[in-house]
Structures are given as structure tokens and as C-alpha cells.
Nanobody, 119 residues
């Protein structure tokens, strides 16, 4: 059984920074790919950033130049570094990772972490 555990959310003033972590626990061979989504109140969940198995990244236009997605395969952890945060970034952030396990690769979701940016 694989579980993704998120951490790093919180309350920050506009212009501040946070780093979200997404740690994979269980019997894991590798994190093939990782993505971060967010869902603001009364809004649909949207893709914020993605990192594929080749190391290619993509970002939502609203976060380009401010957010950076990465992963540390030695720690089985994905990250989202968020700089110059804006009140519009307030949302619950979810990680979504493709985990290579002894059974088969599969996508998993984290439980979500709240990010609140005050003006």
C-alpha cells in the first residue's frame, strides 16, 4: 500500500514563500512523475505544475516564474516551492504522483494541504 503525505501548507503574507512536500510511504521503487493541483473555495480543481518521468516541467500561466516543482528520488518526495505568493493562490493544494511499485505503476493523491495568503 502506498500513501502520499503532504506537508508545508500554512498562512503567509502576500509576497512570502512556502514549500510544499509530498512524501511517498510504502513499498516504492520510484516516483515516476508528480503534479500539484489546487482547489480554491467554490472552484474546480486545477493543475498548477507537473513534472514527468523525463524531468520535463509545465506550469499554469498564473504561477510561471513564481512556482518551482521538483522531486528528490532519494527521499521519495516531491516538492512545490512557491515564491511571491498572492492572495489568489489561496487554496487547498493536492499532490498527485505516479508511483512505481513492485505491483505496477499507479497514480495516487495526497490528502491536501491548505495554503492561505493574506493581503
Amino acid at each position: 500500500q502506498v500513501q502520499l503525505v503532504e506537508s508545508g501548507g500554512g498562512l503567509v503574507q502576500a509576497g512570502g514563500s512556502l514549500r510544499l512536500s509530498c512524501a511517498a510511504h510504502g513499498t516504492i521503487n520510484n516516483i515516476n512523475a508528480v503534479a500539484w493541483y489546487r482547489q480554491a473555495k467554490d472552484e474546480q480543481r486545477e493543475l498548477v505544475a507537473g513534472l514527468d518521468s523525463s524531468g520535463n516541467t509545465k506550469y499554469a500561466d498564473s504561477v510561471k516564474g513564481r512556482f518551482t516543482i521538483s522531486r528528490d528520488l532519494t527521499k521519495n518526495t516531491g516538492y512545490l516551492l512557491m515564491n511571491n505568493l498572492e492572495p489568489e493562490d489561496t487554496a487547498v493544494y493536492y499532490c498527485n504522483a505516479e508511483i512505481d511499485s513492485p505491483v505496477r505503476p499507479r497514480w495516487y493523491w495526497g490528502q491536501g494541504t491548505q495554503v492561505t495568503v493574506s493581503s
